[in-house]
């Protein structure tokens, strides 16, 4: 299995500041993919980054992978309460999924 | 286009029962992966169709199953129903092996 395992566990912050989330994973990959999750509601695809891509954005969301060292990660800038959420890494085909990260932004 | 589509949202059962529960992916996706998601362990893999065939399963007992029909929608069935089965169930499909996955809502199972 490629697990994703997310890093930490649970974090809180203040509107407007940024939030860093991590995940590290066992094996090789092809692609590292980053879920959202409200409260009871399914999971949303937030951005996909490929193996031979260092960094990517998309609006608030910038996303790096270091593979040597089998590691990624998700900043959220500016962060707001609606951000509010867990959030999932996942590698590759059959995405197999950490514990998340328990985001909570106060405003 | 509508989005995955899962039925029942809530499910209350007794041990010993059996549950089936709905799938309807987005249109032209054919692979349909199934999760079940408890506080304890997270979010695990159950299983995933791809054109009517199980291509990847995950690590649960045989009284989990399902099945995927030829348009794409899926069941997926649990029998002689146990208390820590009480989870969310979370459907999802994609194009293909690699792309994006599209969740649906879930169905919260729980078991008296």
């Known amino acids: 299995s490629q697990q994703g395992e997310e890093d930490p566990q649970a974090l809180s912050i203040q509107e407007g500041e940024n939030a860093t989330m991590n995940c590290s994973y066992k094996?090789?990959?092809?692609?590292l993919q980053w879920y959202r999750q409200n409260s009871g509601r399914g999971l949303v695809h937030l951005i996909l980054?490929?193996?031979?891509?260092r960094e990517k954005h998309s609006g608030r969301l910038r996303v790096t992978l270091d593979t040597s060292k089998k590691s990624s990660s998700l900043l959220i800038t500016a962060s707001r309460a609606a951000d509010t959420a867990s959030y999932f890494c996942?590698?590759?085909?059959?995405?197999?999924f950490g514990k998340g990260t328990m985001l909570l932004v106060s405003p | 286009k509508a989005g995955v589509t899962q039925t029942p949202r809530y499910l209350i059962k007794t041990r010993g029962q059996q549950v089936t529960l709905s799938c309807s992916p987005i249109?032209?996706?054919?692979?349909v992966s199934w999760y079940q998601q408890t506080p304890g362990q997270g979010l695990q893999f159950l299983f995933e169709?791809?054109?009517?065939?199980?291509?990847n399963k995950g690590n649960f007992p045989g009284r989990f199953s399902g099945r995927q029909f030829s348009n794409s929608r899926s069941e997926m069935n649990v029998s002689t129903l146990e208390l820590g089965d009480s989870a969310l169930y979370l459907c999802?499909?994609?194009?293909?092996?690699?792309?994006?996955?599209?969740f649906g809502d879930g169905t919260r199972l729980s078991i008296l």
């Open positions: 999802a499909s994609s194009l293909g092996s690699s792309e994006p996955q599209h």
């Open positions: 094996t090789s990959i092809n692609n």
């Open positions: 980054i490929r193996s031979n891509e």
């Open positions: 996942a590698t590759d085909s059959t995405l197999t």
């Open positions: 249109s032209g996706h054919r692979s």
């Open positions: 169709y791809f054109s009517e065939t199980q291509r």
